[in-house]
């Protein structure tokens, strides 16, 4: 299973083409949309979001509501665009809407030497986080993979600036992330975290955080120990870290783990009439094998660089020194990166589901799927 996706942030719009998906599957257009708003939430969110009104097209790959074994091609409109088309279409042909100046914290500096452009918009365009609109049309229907195995995914926000919330919660409290415009679990907490963003917006500035992805019903030996790229907390570790201003990733209890003794941290195992663990430290992976717990995944988010209280940096154009500052932008953006991040564990999931049941139809996944099950019992 792969995808690849092309778009430009202020372009036409975002195109991605899913390859190796199961024939006979169902694509919900309703399930998929409704992810894709669920991304376009979260209060912190600048005006972009007004603007856009994300939606799923879906060009081919599917007939009658089902898949075919083609490759799925997908295309979101980027609204923005009829603002922007004339910019986009002369880009780096007017001498005055070159952009030479590199905000600190984001690709601008390094992008324009890598790919020896002039003008950083032909950088930030694509650094842009707007790609992730098709990251989660494409986990949307990597969910639609695992609902056939009664595997879900959940995430909430654990965190916004300094404000955190270290309590371990219930996968029904969790449910209730979508609840709360910032996506956390607590009302409290969500209140001097909606303050927080409003002083921070008034003052230009701008709030990482961090949050919790969670995915239950996984079945024990995906990935695998045997060599360092079938690693399933490597592949999980490099999924996160690909979404736009994710800095750090922790398995399971990663931090607490190596700060202690391994006589509390490893997670015993019991037996009544099946497998069970009182713990869940390893963060349902072990030695690069899924161990049939909970897969539990932390992500921490960067502030976003693009703020209107300037940093300073150096016009690449002139070597003078200037101060960074954008008009437009979000003041936070930790609850949209918490569905990418369970996008991405979905999407990761499922590429496994295919690796080890097969991928050619539902009906032969299913059928490996219950045969590994009954001998799953029998151990
Ligand atoms: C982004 C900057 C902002 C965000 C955008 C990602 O866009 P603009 O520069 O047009 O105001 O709103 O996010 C999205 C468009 C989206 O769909 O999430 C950036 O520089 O990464």
Same mark, same amino acid.
């Given at each position: ?84 088309? #004339?910019?986009?279409?002369? $880009?780096? %042909?007017?001498?005055? !809407?070159?952009?030479? *100046?590199?905000?600190?914290?984001? /690709?601008? &500096? ?77 009302? #409290?907490?969500?209140?001097? $975290?909606? %303050?927080?963003?409003? !002083?921070?917006?008034? *003052?230009?500035?701008?709030?990482? /955080?961090? &949050? ?82 909970? $897969? ?84």
């Amino acid at each position: 299973l792969r995808y690849l996706n092309a778009g430009e942030s202020h372009g036409k719009g975002l195109m991605g083409i899913i390859e190796g998906l199961p024939s006979n599957l169902y694509i919900d257009i309703k399930f998929i949309n409704n992810e894709l708003k669920r991304r376009q939430r979260g209060y912190g969110r600048g005006k972009r979001m007004d603007i856009e009104k994300d939606n799923i097209d879906i060009l081919a790959g599917v007939r009658g509501s089902y898949t075919i074994g083609s490759p799925l091609s997908l295309y979101i409109e980027n609204k923005d665009y009829e603002n922007w088309e #004339e910019k986009m279409k002369s $880009i780096g %042909k007017i001498d005055e !809407e070159i952009i030479t *100046k590199p905000r600190p914290g984001h /690709g601008d &500096f390094a992008g324009a030497i890598k790919y020896r452009q002039n003008d950083i918009r032909n950088i930030l365009e694509r650094a842009s986080a707007r790609e992730t609109a098709m990251r989660v049309a494409v986990g949307a229907i990597a969910k639609l993979i695992l609902k056939e195995f009664n595997i879900e995914v959940y995430s909430y926000v654990t965190g916004i600036g300094d404000i955190e919330d270290s309590k371990e919660h219930s996968l029904e409290e969790i449910a209730e992330a979508d609840n709360s415009s910032i996506r956390v679990l607590d009302k #409290e907490m969500e209140d001097r $975290i909606i %303050k927080k963003i409003d !002083e921070c917006k008034l *003052k230009g500035d701008t709030l990482g /955080g961090s &949050f919790k992805v969670v995915a239950k019903n996984i079945p024990i030996g995906l990935g695998s120990y045997s060599h360092w790229d079938r690693k399933l907390d490597g592949k999980l570790a490099q999924g996160l870290m690909s979404l736009q201003g994710i800095k750090a990733v922790e398995i399971g209890e990663a931090i607490i783990s190596a700060k202690n003794f391994g006589s509390t941290v490893h997670d015993q195992l019991y037996y009544d009439d099946g497998y069970y663990r009182e713990t869940n430290n390893a963060g349902g992976i072990e030695a690069g094998i899924s161990n049939g717990e909970n $897969i539990e995944l932390k992500g921490y988010m960067k502030p976003i660089p693009s703020l209107r209280i300037p940093l300073k940096s150096i016009d690449m154009k002139t070597k003078e020194e200037f101060l960074a500052h954008k008009e437009r932008a979000d003041v936070c953006a930790v609850p949209s990166a918490s569905i990418v991040a369970e996008s991405t564990l979905a999407w990761i999931i499922a590429s496994e589901i295919i690796i080890k049941f097969g991928g050619d139809s539902i009906e032969e996944m299913k059928f490996n799927y219950d045969k590994y099950s009954n001998y799953i019992k029998t151990r």
